[in-house]
């Protein structure tokens, strides 16, 4: 984990300090969407606000993949809530949503939604990297890829 850089001075463009909320943190069976991730930002205190989407590629270690299933934990929505409040206590924003989605998905289908909002573009970016990061490192969900000719393989981890 990198720790958040500290400003050499206080922040007094804030009205108040940041909020650091958790607003969205699950892991699903169904359609993620990085909009509904971002809409969960709604707040007059950000004036940035930082979204990621992790699609599925129709390739990976140079073989072509038709699909993806993702097999999770049954502690893996604990763990993306803490990981999330993890890092809205370390870093100065007001709000993280993340969304991890189980279950088969397609090329193009989005396997991870990220946002982070908060008052300055500096933080939020920060902020939404390292969020990535670690929910790809503490994550216990398992990849199986599927290949054009029917044959799979596993992997330790999303």
Known sequence: MSEP??????????LAPPARKVVLAEVRDGVVDVAESETAMAD??????VTFGGVVRNH???RAVTE???VGH???????????????ARFPIDAVAV???VGILRVGDVALAAA???AHRAEAF???AELVEEIKRRLPVWKRQVFPDGSHEWTGSA
């Open 5 to 14: 850089a500290v400003p050499a001075t206080p922040d007094t463009s804030r």
């Open 44 to 49: 007059g205190a950000a004036g940035a606000v």
């Open 60 to 62: 990976d270690g140079g």
């Open 68 to 70: 993806i299933e993702y």
């Open 74 to 88: 049954p502690s893996a929505g604990e763990l993306v809530a803490e990981v999330a409040a993890d890092v809205a």
């Open 99 to 101: 969304v991890h989605r």
């Open 116 to 118: 982070v909002s908060g």
């Open 126 to 128: 920060a902020a939404t």
